[in-house]
Nanobody, 114 residues
Framework: QVQLVESGGGLVQAGGSLRLSCAAS????????MGWYRQAPGKQRELVAVIMKGASTKYADNAKGRFTISRDNAKNTVFLQMNNLKPEDTAVYYCYVYSSLVYWGRGTQVTVSS
């Protein structure tokens, strides 16, 4: 079993910052990628950012320049630093881990007020 525990969501005003964390534990032997998706009400889940095993990263266009993904391999933890948040960033943010299978966290709510 693999567990993903997310933290760091909350309510922030536009222009503010939040830092999300996701710690993976359990039977994980080799993580190929870790990342974040988000889902706003009435919309499909979309990729926000991903970081590969070799530390290369990929961002959604609307996250570039504002969000930074990083990871602590020793702790199987991935972080998402979100700056200059906008109301359209409001969503539930889901952590995922890709090893032999894909595992998902339960999600953390991010709400950005205007």
């Amino acid at each position: 079993q693999v567990q993903l525990v997310e933290s760091g969501g909350g309510l922030v005003q536009a222009g503010g910052s939040l830092r999300l964390s996701c710690a993976a534990s359990g039977s994980i032997f080799s993580i190929n990628a870790m990342g974040w998706y988000r889902q706003a009400p009435g919309k499909q889940r979309e990729l926000v950012a991903v970081i590969m095993k070799g530390a290369s990263t990929k961002y959604a266009d609307n996250a570039k320049g504002r969000f930074t993904i990083s990871r602590d391999n020793a702790k199987n933890t991935v972080f998402l630093q979100m700056n200059n948040l906008k109301p359209e960033d409001t969503a539930v943010y889901y952590c995922y881990v890709y090893s032999s299978l894909v595992y998902w966290g339960r999600g953390t709510q991010v709400t950005v007020s205007s």
